[in-house]
């Protein structure tokens, strides 16, 4: 069986999805053709940021995450909509004709935005191929966002987006709810660590209170600005900062001459080895980081407010809802709410709820995958009109 998942370069939790079920799909030794392929590649020619700005649509939005340029992200957001009505005819030939070169039996998407056209495209090419759009965040942010009205399946990782789903009309049987975000498998791996003698090697003290700082694969400016708060405010805590592909931000903060132990490194395949040194989290409401933080018992603090992507600021709500950390109005507050975050026995009531979570989602989609292709695609049937009015955020 060729299957098929397509990603957006941007940002990093849409391939990081797609790598964790290509490795779990291989250790249920399913016998299945994964190919993961960049949809920006096959949309280059057609890229208005690239014929207006010399920089291709991935890159400029990543470039916006590190400098944390997010501020009006709404207002950009409609711009990008309305360029791929515009394009939506060039869009759908071009996908038409690389699903009638590659053939597969089942296509997956892990990004929001471009399902109508890629799911047009595989229509025109292949009527009896199931399509499934996997939601890699917490919730949709309607309209055209995630959810579109076509026939096609969801894996939805929370109440909230399955039933954002079913109110726009889809059917039950083609909504189908699993337990989260989908996380790599290291991220379930029991290993025995020498927690004390790791925190010696990097430089830090055995017993202070562990921040890890994360934000993203592309890191963002502001994550320096957290480092020198807390290293103001005399906490008595020492911080692991994770600046992904951002060489400026990890030379900026090493720079830094800090009175905390501060331990500082660029991209890196194994956070959860960084997750085991650490007692909590600091970082964006990006639900991959949130998700992987939790599933490692941290309790995670992020900051909600007007900068923060118009799709996360969900994310802050539902760290609330669940117990299992704290939201602050600005970074800029982070002192303020690592202070809170390590009095009145916050941490351990906040690591309990983080360590009641089960997430088995990475292990759940292939056999909903399987399920979807003995099933086949869903009928071309309108879906009910009623539903028209429900297409607003739930």
Known sequence: MRVHFVLFDAGGGHRAAATALQVAIRSQQRPWEIRIWNLQDLLDPLDPARKLLGIRLQDLYNLILKQNWTLGARYLLRVMHALIRLYHAPMVRRLESHFRREKPDLVVSLIPHFNRPIFDGLRRAHDDVPYVTLLTDLADYPPHFWIERQPQYFICGSERAAQQ??????????????????????????AEVDRAGARRSLGLDVGLPTGLVLFGGHGSRVMRRIVAELDRSGLPLQ????????????????????????????????????????????????????????AMKLPVLVASNAWTLPHERYNAEWIRQQGVGLVVPSYRRIAEGVAELLSNGNLERFRARAAAIENRAVFEVPEILAEIVRRGPLSASPLPAAHLRTSGRL
Not at 174 to 188: D, K, T
């Open 165 to 190: 789903a079913l109110a726009l009309g889809h059917p039950p049987h083609a909504v189908f709810r699993v337990s989260g975000m989908v996380l790599h498998p290291r991220f379930y791996e029991v």
């Open 239 to 294: 911080l692991l900062v994770i600046c992904g592909h951002n060489r400026q931000l990890l030379d900026s903060i090493r720079r830094m001459r800090t009175r905390m132990p501060v331990h500082v490194t660029g991209f890196t395949h194994d956070v959860p080895g960084y997750m085991r040194l650490a007692d909590f989290f600091i970082g964006k409401p990006g639900p991959g980081s949130i998700s992987e933080a939790l």
